[in-house]
């Protein structure tokens, strides 16, 4: 079958909050379907006529056909599957949907697809128009009139960027037959008010389809409200502290003394699923600081930090978004490991949070590296960076060094309850005695972030340890920082053996220098051991 279109008109009743509705819509409702392999796109319009239904939303698909026939898409209804809330909030909405075939599409040359990052924030306006044909008459005058008079006419109209004509199609079980047509304008437009709009809505031909061909027509006229990605991001409307069924999505509300938080994935071009939390301002557009975890750890690392930078005066309006990297579980891709490859990773994060360009991101050990390889490739995305406990180049010592690592893990060969092959103790231990300074270590009021720590590196997937680690055998970044323009720091723990030397090179080597900070009575990781001080070192540096 041809590519068609979901086409969904709503409103909700008085019974239902807007941030309820928002939050299942934004958070749980259209991200699962643009998880859909074949689902192109999706968008949500608000009605600027002041009418119900006031909500519309439109996805994009591959093949109508899919829509009835692929069981990952209609299971997404069935119990067990669809979640309780979900239930919930449908049964307060009324709901209109139809599935319409693609029969033309025309557009101007510089046409801009507003599912791509480039044109985030471009906005949209949109005509749709619905008509049935009278009884016994031939659809094909109507046709004709658009193709040959209609949307050239339209082209004309300032600000037109596409027209769009549809039929219901016919894995439509509505029982009713539709010309549905959808035009598209930039936010300035020349839509009811120009002579190109009035010549185009006033010939004769038209008048003459309307009393001969049309039966009933529809038009609605909306703006662009909210543009779907495959994982939930609003902040702004958190309502319910909620889990999915898939026990992969949950959503906490913000209270007095906390603020909201989603959590989440995102799936990368080859597969790999990187878990994420994100949280903060609730503004859409609020400025985005990424964490970038060291290698063999959970992004559970940052949890003091980020108590400490959102708690900090004027940090509120900052959203924070940490993730599992690449090699925590099992499937870390189908391609050698390389900080690139992790690179990829961070952007496609910003990707699938439509952020086009990051305030900040910061990482530690591996993902200190990973981070200024990000600002380095991709300056256009970052603002400023903080690389922490790292170094420019791989040591000519670490494919040895690591390697002895997985030999020792290997020969543990200890398992989780659930039979996956993890890291174990072993590793575990002589990873946080090399980690932490022996104060933290040894009885001190650290002693249970530690063992925190340790867990997390005993649970790694082994076979994840094996691929991610590779990242850490060869890079070489040092001539590109010399040419580095974003705004970067390098912090350090005192006592992490010679990163503190190293690190102060680093921030004289870097473009026309960076900032270099010791934080005294940490190790390798200083935003565990001393996060209030790493905190207000991020709030000063940001805000400088």
């Known amino acids: 079958m041809p590519p068609g279109i979901l086409y969904v008109t709503m409103s909700p009743s008085p019974s239902l909050s807007s941030a309820a509705f928002h939050d299942w819509y934004n958070n749980e409702h259209g991200p699962l379907r643009l998880r859909l392999p074949y689902c192109r796109n999706g968008f949500r319009y608000r009605a600027l006529d002041g009418q119900d239904p006031e909500w519309m939303a439109i996805y994009d698909f591959d093949d109508t056909g899919d829509l009835a026939t692929k069981e990952s898409y209609t299971r997404l209804r069935l119990p067990g ?18 599935m319409y075939d693609l029969v033309e599409s025309k557009e101007v040359e510089e046409f801009k697809r507003l599912e791509e990052m480039r044109n985030e924030g471009e906005g949209n306006y949109v005509i749709a128009v619905t008509m049935t044909v009278q009884n016994g008459v031939d659809e094909k005058e109507l046709e004709k009139w658009y193709t040959e008079e209609h949307i050239p006419l339209l082209a004309k109209v300032p600000g037109w960027r596409r027209s769009r004509r549809f039929w219901t199609s016919r894995v439509d079980d509505r029982g009713k037959r539709e010309h549905l ?18 010549r185009a809505t006033s010939t004769e031909w038209r008048e003459k389809v309307m009393r001969d061909v049309v039966d009933e027509k529809w038009r609605r006229n909306y703006e662009l409200y909210y543009t779907f990605r495959p994982c939930p991001r609003d902040l702004c409307n958190l309502e319910t502290d909620w889990q999915h069924t898939d026990g992969k999505t949950r959503t906490v509300p913000k209270s007095s003394k906390k603020w909201g938080a989603i959590e989440s994935y995102v799936t990368t071009e080859d597969g790999v699923e990187l878990p994420y939390r994100l949280e903060g301002s609730g503004e859409p557009d609020a400025p985005l600081i990424v964490l970038a ?9 940052w949890d003091d930090f980020v108590d400490d930078f959102l708690s900090t005066a004027g ?44 305030a900040a991101i910061i990482g530690v050990s591996l993902g200190g590296a990973t981070t200024l390889n990000t600002a380095l490739k991709f300056p ?96 070489d970044m040092k001539d590109e920082m010399k040419q580095a323009k974003i705004k970067a720091a390098f912090v350090v723990g005192g006592g992490d053996g ?19 900070f010791v934080v005294e009575g940490a190790g390798h990781l200083p935003m565990v051991e001393k996060p209030k001080e790493v905190a207000q070192f991020a709030s000063k540096f940001l805000s400088s």
């Not at 959808?182 to 009811?192: F, P, T």
């Not at 490991?337 to 439509?354: K, M």
Request: with cysteine; net charge neutral; aromatic share 8%.
């Open 181 to 198: 047509a959808l035009h598209e304008y930039a936010r300035e437009n020349g839509v009811d008010k120009s002579e190109e709009f009035t």
């Open 293 to 301: 975890n060291s290698i063999l750890v959970e992004y559970g690392i």
């Open 380 to 475: 256009d995305r970052v603002e400023a960076l903080i690389s922490c406990d790292t170094n420019a180049k791989a040591p000519p010592s670490n494919p040895k060094a690591w390697g002895e690592r997985v030999e020792v893990a290997e020969k543990e060969d200890a398992q989780a309850q659930s039979g996956a092959k993890v890291v174990g103790e072993q590793l575990a231990e002589m990873t946080v005695r090399r980690w932490f300074v022996k104060e933290s270590y040894d009885g001190a009021g650290l002693e249970r972030k530690v063992e925190r720590v340790k867990s997390m590196v005993h649970n790694n997937s082994r076979e994840g340890f094996k691929k991610g680690v590779q990242a850490l055998y060869a890079y």
């Open 315 to 358: 940090n509120g309006r900052y959203r924070i978004l940490r993730y599992n990297s690449r090699g925590r579980s099992k499937n870390a891709g189908n391609v050698p490991v390389t900080l690139d490859v992790l690179t990829s990773d961070i952007i496609a994060l910003l990707d699938a949070l439509r952020v086009v360009k990051a």
């Open 498 to 516: 010679v990163l503190p030397k190293t690190m102060k090179e680093m921030s004289d080597e870097y473009g026309k220098g960076a900032e270099y």
């Open 81 to 98: 599957v669809a979640s309780q809330r979900e239930f919930d909030v449908k049964s307060q909405v009324k709901i209109d949907r139809g």
